[in-house]
């Protein structure tokens, strides 16, 4: 083989195993910061004029208050969502805690001689360690999933911050 057949198809292969130019610019968009793609898209391309500038100042005071609350809509649908989250595993804690301290009670009820109030607090006790068992497996995909939706949002706004660039 001659030395520019190698080099083709060492290339192939290494194109092969690092994977397709979509893959490699998606990696790249996803580790490169918010605020450096957001600093570089909104440095404007050209001066702007001194009509441009007065209408900028004259309407800020409605473009800039409905910015301010459409991110403050934003902050509040995240901490809503995040409530929910610790509120979830604020019923798994009060269910695990219960679970452990009806299981001996009735025990204890038990063993001083009433037996029906003493067999209710411990199936009461299981029935709760049962669904702490449950609720934590939910708890923990719920978390993920906020986890997750935290992370495509963010590649959402850098995608629609790039923007698609067609070539001329």
Do not use: H, N
């Not at 998606?26 to 605020?35: F, H, R």
């Not at 995240?78 to 001996?104: E, N």
């Amino acid at each position: 083989m001659d030395g520019q057949l190698k080099r083709g198809l060492l290339d192939v292969c290494v194109l092969a195993a690092i994977g397709s130019i979509e893959e490699i610019a998606a990696q790249v968009v996803a580790e490169t910061p918010l605020t450096k793609i957001a600093k570089e898209r909104i440095r404007p391309k050209r001066r702007l004029g001194a009509g441009e500038i007065v209408l900028l100042v004259l309407g800020s005071p409605i473009w800039l208050s409905l910015g301010i609350a459409a991110a403050a809509v934003l902050l509040a649908l995240y901490a809503v969502v995040w409530s929910v989250i610790v509120s979830l595993w604020a019923v798994f804690a009060a269910l695990a805690v219960c679970a452990v301290g009806s299981i001996p009670l009735g025990v204890w009820v038990i063993a001083k001689g009433r037996a029906a109030a003493g067999i209710a607090t411990l199936a009461g006790g299981m029935v709760c360690a049962g669904l702490a068992i449950l609720m934590f497996f939910g708890c923990l995909a719920a978390t993920k999933g906020v986890i997750l939706w935290t992370g495509r949002s963010v590649l959402w706004v850098k995608d629609r911050l790039i923007g698609k660039k067609e070539d001329v």
